[in-house]
């Protein structure tokens, strides 16, 4: 097993340009994460989905969109990058809700000039 | 959620056990407390969680109090390997409708020193 898989791992945008970070998982879990890390700070979550075709937002959506058409696949997009939105962006999965054990990707380093 | 107090830095002895606090003095009756690490700019990754009994696992152990407003994660012998930012976090355990939506604070960054 691949685990949670991110690309890519490493990109630089110019103001206002768009794109989509991938996040795809081989665990069949129903759900899936996305999170943000600024520098010395905790992760903020974004937006989550608890299964193919239901999304919903997080602490932090402002900016970004997601979509969850099959279970494995949870795309990011980012429309209209600002500065702001520089950080690092970690995507994760995870089977139970109860074990509460997330499994995260290596992460996406994501940076707005 | 309840929120979490944890202190910003620790360092550690290597092979000495590491003892990390946490604080939740408004924890809920149904709230799991769940601890992750994150090594440099790695991802996250899931330690141990708890109720209310101590619990243990190949990685660490759980020690919560008897009224449940605080907690203790042990390493029980730190190598360096386990220098990284300590996350407490305190949730309920079963959210069908929501995942695991856990919230991140800032954590404890452990340093393990040789």
């Known amino acids: 097993n691949a685990g949670v898989t991110q690309t890519p791992k490493f990109r630089i945008l110019k103001i206002g340009q768009s794109m989509t970070l991938q996040c795809t998982q081989d665990?069949?879990?129903?759900?899936m994460y996305w999170y943000r890390q600024d520098p010395g700070m905790g992760l903020k979550l974004i937006y989550y989905s608890v299964g193919a075709g239901i999304t919903d937002k997080g602490e932090v959506p402002n900016g970004y969109n997601v979509s969850r058409s099959t279970t494995e696949d949870f795309p990011l997009r980012l429309e209209l990058a600002a500065p702001s939105q520089t950080s690092v962006y970690f995507c994760a999965s995870s089977y139970s809700t109860h074990t509460g054990e997330l499994f995260f990707g290596e992460g996406s380093r994501l940076t707005v000039l | 959620d309840a929120k979490t107090t944890q202190p910003p830095s620790m360092d550690c002895a290597e092979g000495r056990a590491a003892n990390l606090p946490c604080n939740h003095s408004?924890?809920?009756?149904?709230?799991?407390v769940y601890w992750y690490r994150q090594i440099h700019s790695q991802g996250p990754q899931y330690i141990i969680h708890g109720l209310k009994n101590n619990e243990t696992n190949e990685m660490a152990s759980l020690i919560i109090t008897e009224d449940r407003k605080s907690s203790t994660l042990i390493l029980p012998h730190a190598t360096l390997r386990d220098t990284a930012v300590y996350y407490c976090i305190v949730r309920v355990g079963e959210r069908m409708n929501t995942g695991n939506q856990f919230y991140f604070g800032t954590g404890t960054s452990l340093t393990v020193i040789p």
């Open positions: 665990m069949n879990h129903n759900y």
């Open positions: 408004t924890i809920s009756g149904n709230e799991y």
